[in-house]
C-alpha cells in the first residue's frame, strides 16, 4: 500500500469533512509527527513552530488571522479558507444580537434568573419586568453595514426583510457581492457616513491595518444618540476604550461583540459572546468540508482554490 498523507488535525474538525479524506490515503489526528498538511479552526499557530513537512494549511473558517500566512507564503505553503461557508450561521447570530440589544433580552434574562425560585412574585416579576425592559423594534430602524461580502450581503437581506432600511459600504466590493446585494440597499460613501446615519451598525471586515481601530473614539461620538454597535468580526476593529466611554456617557446605546474582552465584561450594555458566530453544526460541516475537498486536491494534483 503507498504510503499516506499525514494531516495534523489541530482543533475538533466536522467528521464529515474529515470523511473528505479517506483513510486508505490519508492519515489524520492531532499527534502527527511529520504532517504533510495542517487542518485548522482556532488554534493560534502563531505560536507553534510549523514544521518543515507542511506542505499546505487548510483553515476551517473565513478568517486566516490565526495563521502565519506570510511566512507560509514565503515557504511556498498555501493557506485555504472556506470563505462563505458558515456566512448564513453568522447572519443568524447577527439578527440575535440585534434582536438582543433592541429588546434588552440579556438584562431580562438576568433579572427572571436572579428571582428566588422558592417564592417567586411572578406578578410583580412580569409588571416591573415590562417596564424595565421595554425596547424598540428593528422595522423601520436604518442597519448601516460596513463590509458588503458574503456575510454583509446575507444581513442586508435578512435586515430588508424585517423592514429595515439598509445602508451599506465597502470600498472593496467584490463584482460577485455587488450582484448578490439586494437593490433597497442604499450605498454610503465612508464608514463616517455609515456611523452617522444609521441606528444598528455591524461590521463584517476582515482585521488589516486599513480596519484595525476603524470604529474609534473619533468616530463613535457621531453615531446616533442611542445606537446599536455590533462587532461579529475582529476584535481589533473596534476601540473598547472608545466603546466603554461612549457607554459611559450614555451616547451609544449598546455595543454586541463576538469576543469575550476582559475589559467588556460586567457592563449590563455590553453582550459578549465566546466567538459563537459560525459555531454551528452547518456552518462547522461546510468549512471542514470546503477545505477538506481543496487540500485533497491541492495534495493529490496540484489545484489550487481560495488560497
Ligand atoms: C471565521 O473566520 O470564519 C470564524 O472565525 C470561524 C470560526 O469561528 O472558527
Known amino acids: 500500500m503507498a504510503e499516506r498523507l499525514q494531516i495534523l488535525v489541530l482543533n475538533e474538525i466536522s467528521e464529515n469533512g474529515l470523511r473528505r479524506l479517506p483513510s486508505d490515503r490519508y492519515a489524520s489526528g492531532k499527534n502527527i509527527a511529520m504532517p504533510d498538511a495542517v487542518l485548522v479552526r482556532s488554534a493560534d499557530m502563531h505560536k507553534m513552530e510549523v514544521p518543515a513537512s507542511v506542505r499546505a494549511i487548510g483553515r476551517a473558517g473565513a478568517g486566516t488571522n490565526n495563521i502565519p500566512v506570510k511566512a507560509m507564503t514565503a515557504r511556498g505553503v498555501p493557506v485555504f479558507n472556506a470563505p462563505g461557508a458558515n456566512a448564513n450561521a453568522v447572519k443568524e447570530l447577527v439578527l440575535a444580537g440585534m434582536l438582543m440589544a433592541a429588546r434588552n433580552l440579556s438584562g431580562a434574562l438576568h433579572f427572571v434568573g436572579g428571582l428566588a425560585p422558592e417564592r417567586p412574585d411572578l406578578e410583580k416579576t412580569v409588571e416591573s419586568g415590562k417596564s424595565t425592559f421595554a425596547g424598540f423594534e428593528l422595522a423601520g430602524?436604518?442597519?448601516?453595514?460596513?463590509?458588503?461580502?458574503?456575510?454583509?450581503?446575507?444581513?442586508?437581506?435578512?435586515?430588508?426583510?424585517?423592514g429595515m432600511n439598509v445602508l451599506g459600504y465597502d470600498p472593496d466590493i467584490t463584482v460577485d457581492a455587488a450582484w448578490s446585494l439586494p437593490s433597497q440597499v442604499r450605498k454610503a460613501g465612508s464608514v463616517t457616513e455609515v456611523l452617522r446615519i444609521a441606528q444598528f451598525v455591524t461590521l463584517h471586515v476582515p482585521l488589516v491595518d486599513a480596519t484595525r481601530d476603524m470604529v474609534n473614539a473619533e468616530n463613535i461620538r457621531l453615531m446616533q444618540p442611542g445606537a446599536v454597535l455590533l462587532n461579529f468580526s475582529r476584535e481589533g476593529v473596534v476601540s473598547d476604550d472608545a466603546v466603554l466611554a461612549s457607554l459611559a456617557t450614555g451616547h451609544l446605546g449598546r455595543y454586541v461583540c463576538d469576543f469575550p474582552s476582559a475589559a467588556l465584561l460586567r457592563n449590563e450594555r455590553i453582550v459578549c459572546l465566546p466567538h459563537l458566530g459560525a459555531s454551528t453544526?452547518?456552518?462547522?460541516?461546510?468549512?471542514?468540508?470546503?477545505?477538506?475537498?481543496?487540500?485533497?486536491?491541492?495534495l493529490e494534483d496540484g489545484n489550487i482554490a481560495n488560497a
Open 141 to 162: 430602524r436604518t442597519l448601516g453595514i460596513v463590509g458588503l461580502g458574503k456575510i454583509g450581503c446575507l444581513v442586508a437581506d435578512a435586515a430588508i426583510k424585517l
Open 281 to 298: 453544526r452547518e456552518a462547522e460541516e461546510n468549512c471542514a468540508v470546503m477545505v477538506a475537498d481543496q487540500l485533497r486536491d491541492y
